[in-house]
C-alpha cells in the first residue's frame, strides 16, 4: 500500500514515477480509445481518403469521395495507411497511431520539463500536458492536429538540445522535424517556429542584436532550409507539377490564407484567451495565475521561462492575428504552457507572497469542482450505480494526497487535479459509447456490402446534404443533395439513402434498412449532437430524422 500511496503522491523515485504516470496514462487513453468509437465527421475525411488509397494504389493523390482533396499535405494520410495496412481498414488500425502521438507528445513534453527545470520538472510538465481537455478531446481522432502537435514539439525539442549542447546533429534532426511537421499541416508553420526560435534567441542575448546574430548564425540555417524543403514541399511541388493552379488555389486557401490572411471576423482578440480558460483543464487557472506572475517579474522571463515564453507568446500573437480560429489550433502551445507551470513550481520561492497562495488556489479549486461534477456527471448521464465507485474511488485519492505528510506542498497542488480529473474522463467515455447507436453508418454500410449484387461501382445517392461518414462505410461514391424525383428517375440499378417522407415518390424501390440519423448538416458540433443523442434516450427524437436505404434493380 504504501508504495502505491509513493507513487500517486510523487514520493517514488523518478524512474518509477516516470514509468507509473506513462502506465496510468497509457491506460486511460486507451480506456477511452476502446470505449468511445464515436466517428467524427472531419475523421471520415481521412478514413475514406486511406481506403480510395488502398482501393487505386495512388498513395500521392488524396482523394476523397473519389474527387481530389486537396486541402491538408499528405504525412496523417500516409500514417493512418501503415497502421491500416497492419491491423486493418478499421477504426483501431485508423485510430491507432494518433493515439501512440498522442502519448509521444506526452513524453516530449516530459523530456524538455526535465531538460529545463530537472526531473521533478520533467514529471510536472508530463502530468499538465496529459490531461488538457482539448488533447483528450482529439487524442484518438483521425485528423491532423495530434501528428502536428508531436512532430511540432519534435522540432523544438531538438531545437532546444542542440542549442544547449551546441551540437550540429541536434539541429538536423530539428530540421527533419520540422520538414515532417510542414508535410503534416503545412508550409505556414515554418513561420511559426522560425518566429519562436528567433524570439528565444533575441530574449536569449538580452535583445542584443548583434549577439543574436552571432548564436543564429550556429543553427545552420544554409543547410537546415533545404532540408525542411526537400521533406516538407517534396509532395507541394509534385501536386503543383501534376494538377497546376487547381491543386495550387485549393492548397493555398487551406493553408497561408487560412493562417495568416485576416479580415474583419479575425478581429477577435480575446479569443485564444476564451480557448486558454478551458484547453488544459484542470490547470488553465493555474496558467493565468502564472501568466500574470511573470508578466509582472519580466526579470524572470529570460531566467526561468524565455523558451517556454517564447513558444506560447509567438503562437498567442500569430493565431489571434489569424483569420481562421479553431481551438484545436492551440493545441501546440500545450507543451509550452505546461512549462510555463512547471517553471512557477520548481523556482517558487518559499516565502509567504501572494502568488505561492493564489497558485495553491488555482490548483485546489479546480480539484474540488471536478470532484463535484464526477458525482454529478453519475447522476446526470443516469449511469448505473456501480459507476458512483468512480468519483468515490478518485476522492479517496485526493484524500490520500492531502493526508500525506511526507509529500511536498507543491507535489500535492499538481497531483490533485490531475487525478481529480480521471473520473470525469472515465465516466464521459463509459456514457459516450452508447450515443454510437445514433449514428448508424457502419450499420448501413453493413446492409450494402452484405448484397452481392450491389457492385461497389454503384453509387449511394443522398436526399439532401452529404452524410460524411457514407462513402467509407458504403465503399463507393455517394452523391449528394439528390431530390427525390431525380433518385426516382435515375436509370438502371439505384441505391439510395431517403428521408421516409420521400418513399411516397419512390417507385419499385425495396427499403433495405430504416433507421434514425441526426437531422443537421454536421455533427462536428458535438456538444449538440451529445444534447440531441440525451433527448433522444429520453424518447425526443425532434433532431433526428427516419432516413430508409433503398434500392431499385
Known amino acids: 500500500m504504501k508504495k502505491f500511496t509513493d507513487l ?39 478514413a475514406e481518403s486511406v481506403r480510395e488509397m488502398f482501393e487505386s494504389g495512388n498513395f500521392l493523390d488524396i482523394k476523397y469521395n473519389y474527387e481530389p482533396r486537396y486541402n ?25 497511431p494518433i493515439v501512440l502521438l498522442t502519448i509521444g507528445s506526452v513524453w516530449l513534453t516530459y523530456l524538455l520539463g526535465k531538460r529545463l527545470y530537472g526531473e521533478k520538472g520533467g514529471i510536472y510538465s508530463l502530468m499538465i500536458m496529459a490531461v488538457g481537455v482539448q488533447l483528450m478531446a482529439v487524442k484518438q481522432y483521425a485528423s491532423p492536429e495530434i501528428p502536428l502537435t508531436f512532430f511540432f514539439t519534435l522540432t523544438l525539442y531538438w531545437f532546444i538540445k542542440g542549442y ?30 522560425a518566429g519562436i526560435i528567433g524570439l528565444f534567441i533575441l530574449i536569449d542575448s ?27 514541399m517534396s509532395w507541394v511541388a509534385y501536386m503543383y507539377l501534376t494538377y497546376g493552379e487547381n491543386f495550387w488555389e485549393i492548397f493555398q486557401r487551406e493553408t497561408f490564407d487560412r493562417a495568416f490572411t485576416r479580415n474583419e471576423k479575425s478581429l477577435r482578440p480575446f479569443f485564444y484567451l476564451e480557448v486558454i480558460s478551458w484547453t488544459i483543464l484542470p490547470y488553465s487557472l493555474a496558467f493565468f495565475v502564472v501568466l500574470a506572475h511573470y508578466i509582472s517579474s519580466p526579470k524572470k522571463i529570460k531566467s526561468e521561462i524565455a523558451f517556454p515564453f517564447a513558444w506560447f507568446i509567438v503562437m498567442f500573437m500569430i493565431f489571434t492575428a489569424a483569420k481562421g480560429k479553431i481551438p484545436t489550433y492551440f493545441i501546440q502551445a500545450h507543451p509550452a504552457m ?23 488556489v488555482s490548483f485546489y479549486l479546480p480539484a474540488v469542482l471536478i470532484l463535484a461534477i464526477s458525482f454529478f456527471t453519475t447522476y446526470f448521464l443516469s449511469l ?66 452484405e448484397r452481392e449484387n450491389i457492385d461497389s461501382s454503384i453509387p449511394i445517392l443522398i436526399e439532401k446534404t452529404l452524410i460524411h461518414n457514407i462513402p467509407f462505410y458504403a465503399e463507393r461514391h455517394a452523391i449528394r443533395d439528390q431530390s427525390p424525383s431525380q433518385i426516382n428517375s435515375n436509370q438502371g440499378k439505384t441505391l439510395a439513402l431517403v428521408r421516409v417522407e420521400s418513399l411516397g415518390y419512390l417507385s ?25 443523442c440525451i433527448d433522444a434516450e429520453n424518447g425526443d427524437y425532434s433532431k433526428f430524422a427516419e432516413y430508409h436505404l433503398v434500392l431499385k434493380e
Open 338 to 360: 505546461a512549462l510555463m507551470i512547471t517553471a512557477a513550481l520548481v523556482n517558487i520561492a518559499p516565502k509567504k507572497t501572494v502568488f505561492p497562495k493564489a497558485l495553491k
Open 206 to 232: 538580452n535583445f542584443n542584436i548583434r549577439t543574436t546574430l552571432k548564436k543564429a548564425s550556429q543553427i545552420k540555417l544554409h543547410f537546415g532550409i533545404p532540408i525542411v524543403l526537400i521533406i516538407g
Open 508 to 532: 419499385g424501390f425495396e427499403s433495405l434498412w430504416s433507421g434514425m440519423i441526426y437531422d443537421f448538416p454536421s455533427e462536428s458540433q458535438f456538444a449538440k449532437f451529445v444534447k440531441a
Open 72 to 96: 491538408k499535405p499528405p504525412l496523417t494520410y500516409w500514417l493512418i495507411a501503415v497502421s491500416s495496412y497492419i491491423f486493418g481498414l478499421n477504426e483501431f488500425g485508423i485510430r491507432l
Open 164 to 193: 544547449q549542447e551546441s551540437r550540429t546533429k541536434y539541429y538536423y534532426l530539428s530540421y527533419v522535424a520540422l520538414g515532417l511537421t510542414v508535410l503534416t499541416k503545412g508550409y505556414p508553420y515554418i513561420v511559426v517556429i
Open 384 to 449: 448505473p450505480l456501480i459507476w458512483y465507485l468512480v468519483p468515490v474511488f478518485f476522492t479517496i485519492i485526493a484524500f490520500v494526497i492531502t493526508k500525506n505528510k511526507s509529500a511536498k506542498s507543491i507535489d500535492n497542488q499538481i497531483s490533485i487535479p490531475f487525478y481529480a480529473i480521471f473520473g470525469v474522463y472515465i465516466l464521459v467515455a463509459a456514457y459516450l459509447k452508447p450515443i454510437e447507436k445514433y449514428r448508424p453508418y457502419s450499420e448501413i454500410g453493413e446492409v450494402i456490402n
Open 8 to 46: 500517486i503522491t510523487l514520493q517514488a523515485n523518478h524512474k518509477q514515477q516516470v514509468v507509473f504516470l506513462m502506465v496510468v496514462i497509457s491506460m486511460l487513453y486507451f480506456y477511452n480509445f476502446y470505449v468511445n468509437d464515436i466517428w467524427t465527421p472531419n475523421e471520415s475525411f481521412y
